[in-house]
């Protein structure tokens, strides 16, 4: 009876333990959080990569938009992967492939092959919740061909079906309820989702609108650009923050040469310049920063850091007293001019706004959000040496 008792107690407390310090995208504080309250860093083409070290490349450089893999981009803390399909043989039945503006210049491969990597991710990392964005609007495929590479790479298991779409930005679901679920893989697609036929492809211009696609101007607007005629009300946002330049009156590349500045934190022409604008407009903060090249930023002061302060889990980047985290992939760092502002709001609930709180507690692992093992759950504080023997000696006194 006695024993019964204890470990009925020693269970209670485990349970409690692990529920209390469950990590969501690598963070306790993100768990209570809706999908339309969080700041997610985006990959942008994360299919169409150079690597700087090998020189090894899935296409010409010029067409590049990042430097590494997709599986190293979701190591390193992307949580929102975007990608154009293309067909590979035009006019033939094709499966979708990942191209960026054109197969001839740069073939990243089968969609499939790339979902393939993702769920390896999934699978490995229990606690984390991945946002997906595909273009679609370059001579489009059905929605059922994109529906059968998430068959046929496992990733339709873990994608998030709504009850009823649109889902307004104020209605989304908690990370933790969509880990609870298994449902962890957010999908949109920019023309041809139906939900008849593939209901986990979700319709992106009726959820989420976006700034000026493909800029070119290293002031980064925040206007509002899609979908067209449309209005900010009830949609989440995305930033498309990568800069691009012309090498000709009819192509536009992505300028790689300034990346270390556009992806740092802080200062003129970077995400904190851009944030602070969109926040001046639309009195919340992006839920996607679209990015190229993240990895190249300022010292301790690049695009996670950013998002961390953004979804106030991390200091302010751009505040020198901070203590901030170390190590970077570049030297250069541009004098902060502008600030991102700190609007109030709560990291404890589901809220409607996507805000960085004052006064919450920074991150233990560096500001940035990086699971360490195949599952990011931890139990702080009570060692389950000490439970147990709590729970003994329980049983010995009674």
Sequence with gaps: MHLLLALRVLFGVLLSSAVAQQKCNGFAELCDRSVGNVTFIGAHDSFAYTAISTGATVGNGLSSTQNKTVSTQLQDGVRMLQGQGHHKNPGQNSTVELCHTDCGLLDGGSLTDYLKKVVLFLDANPDEVLIFLWVNSEDPFPVSAWGNSYEASGLDKYSYTPKQTPVKNTAWPTLSELIADGKRAVSFMDIGADYGSIPYILDEFSMIFETVPDPQDNNFACDFDRPHGGSPDGLMYLINHNLNKKVSNSIVVPDFSAANITNSACGLHTIQQQVSKCQSLYDRNPNIILLDYYDLHAIGSGPFEAA???????????????????????????????????????????SSTNSAATGLPTSSSSGIAIPSSATSRTHEGLSLSFLFGHAVAMMLLS
């Design 308 to 350: 961390n302060y953004l979804n106030g889990v991390g200091p302010d980047p751009c505040d020198e007293s901070s203590p901030g985290p170390t190590g970077s992939t570049s030297s250069s760092s541009p004098s902060a001019t502008d600030t991102i502002t700190s609007p109030t709001g709560s990291t404890a609930t589901g």
